[in-house]
């Protein structure tokens, strides 16, 4: 499912090859139990990164909240301000189901990358400098996130919105001086369905929670598992299917929307996944017909592994972080619990948000395939608002970046708060292949220069 056959592949590469030097008395740092006795201020002190080993010194906080005392469920968050404190904070969610958002701050936006000797340095195009970044690793069991019993492992996407707003209450209540700001929840990938389902318990939760949301910016998402698999008319169209196995893919799709209307949404995720996933099938159709494994980036046919987990599994940088004697889960259960809800939507929540008024940026790679721009110009066609029609008549825009302006980044149609961007010369993580372009387009996102 989407992001999962990269993170196993990263994890099984670099994580479980390292022999760990485990302290077994270092203990997680639990904030929730500081709330519970009144010490806000402690809390955050606690959660401050210090000594971090060979990295740049930038003021950050780490640790987890609890989401469920009953079964000692626990999120665990890494959080950048930023050096304006009126900025707004955009919650970054990773995709998989279960890759932790630790990706997207060493790969993609954080400040901090990776090097090979395990050093570290800064991203030129770092999103912390307009935002303050919080990184969540969940659903519960992600990353470093973890429970105690499996009935906290989440099933469901009412579940993980659930479980990410109890996070926010906690979140709020130690740094108190962030409730004041926009809030924007961003994402990618698999967080096509999180980005959603916390925002719509946002929306539901508006009159009580004190949250100044704002909108979602959603990239190469994965919103509508019935709706966005027309992979075979794609990959005929850029020459990786002939008609033979396009025609064989377009009736897989049809297959696919058979069983979703039905409700048998594990079969449907079976055959998704002989067809283009490949997370648990031996093969699939698309390997098979292309030789590539690639469906992040069909001008690539591997994928490229990346030094940060390494650098995660070390004992001095788990302690600095808070995480104590935890390692960065492989995300199995985390996707196994969450089998039957790939064939599902939320997209009626994506609908009722933009209704509302909520900006919402859906934004693709010119590049990628397994969400491609006509994979979410299929969903955008299906969805049902107010200002849809006026949307379709809308005029695509070229956009170029500032900086560069003798290229184009990429193209944006806007109407009023609903935009689509598709972004040039990216795949699936488009702020790792494009930085620039992705962090003028956030840029103009929160500063209301999109439309």
């Known amino acids: 499912m989407l992001y999962f056959t990269l993170f196993a592949l990263l994890y099984a590469n670099v994580v479980l090859s390292l022999p760990l030097n485990v302290d077994h008395e270092q203990s997680p ?12 201020l402690l809390a955050k002190e606690s959660a401050k990164v210090v000594n971090l080993p060979n990295a740049p010194n930038i003021t950050s906080y780490a640790g987890y909240f609890t989401v469920n005392e009953t079964t000692n469920s626990n999120l665990f968050f890494w959080f950048f301000p930023c050096e304006d404190p009126k900025a707004p904070v955009a919650i970054w969610l990773q995709g998989g189901p279960g890759a932790a958002s630790t990706f997207g701050l060493f790969t993609e936006h954080g400040p901090f ?44 996407q009412e579940e993980i919105g659930s479980d990410l707003y109890v996070f926010l209450q906690h979140f709020y209540q130690v740094f ?16 096509g369905k999180y980005v959603p389902a916390i925002a719509y318990k946002l929306y539901q939760e508006r009159a009580t929670s004190q949250m100044n949301f704002k909108g979602v910016a959603i990239g190469d998402g994965y919103v509508d598992g019935m709706l966005q698999n027309n992979y075979a008319d794609l990959l005929y169209q850029i020459g990786m299917f002939d008609e033979n196995e396009a025609r064989k893919g377009r009736k897989i799709e049809q297959q696919v929307r058979e069983l979703a209307i039905k409700g048998e949404y594990r079969q449907c995720h079976d055959v998704l996944d002989a067809y ?28 490229a592994g990346d030094p940060y987990g390494a650098y995660l599994a070390r004992d001095d940088v788990r302690q600095a972080i808070h995480v104590g004697n935890h390692t960065m889960s492989d995300g199995n259960k985390v996707y196994d619990h969450l089998i039957e809800d790939e064939c599902k939507s939320v997209k009626h929540w994506l609908e009722e948000l933009i209704d509302a008024g909520y900006e919402t940026l859906l934004y693709n790679g010119q590049l990628d395939v397994i969400v491609g721009p006509v994979i979410t110009e299929r969903l955008i066609q299906n969805m049902t608002w107010k ?55 956030i840029e103009r996102l929160i500063n209301g220069k999109l439309g």
């Open 29 to 40: 740092l639990f904030l929730s139990q500081f709330i519970k006795s009144n010490q806000s």
């Open 387 to 441: 200002g849809k029609d006026d949307y379709l008549k809308a005029p695509k825009n070229i956009w170029r970046v500032p900086s560069q302006p003798k290229n184009v980044a990429g193209y944006v149609k806007s109407y009023k708060n609903f935009h689509f961007a598709i972004v040039r010369n990216t795949g699936h993580m488009v702020p790792t292949d494009q930085p620039a372009s992705a962090y003028d387009l």
């Open 276 to 303: 283009i996933d490949g997370d648990r099938a031996k093969t699939t159709l698309f390997t098979n017909s292309t030789g590539s494994r690639n469906y992040y980036n069909f001008l690539q046919v591997t994928n």
């Open 176 to 191: 108190p001086e962030q409730r004041p700001n926009d809030l924007w929840i961003s994402g990618e990938s698999y967080a």
């Open 113 to 156: 990358v990776v090097h090979a000797d395990m050093t570290v340095g800064l991203r030129n195009y770092t999103w912390t400098k307009m935002l303050s970044m919080l990184y969540i690793d969940q659903p519960v069991g992600t990353g470093f996130s973890f429970t105690d019993s499996e009935e906290g492992y989440r099933n469901t």
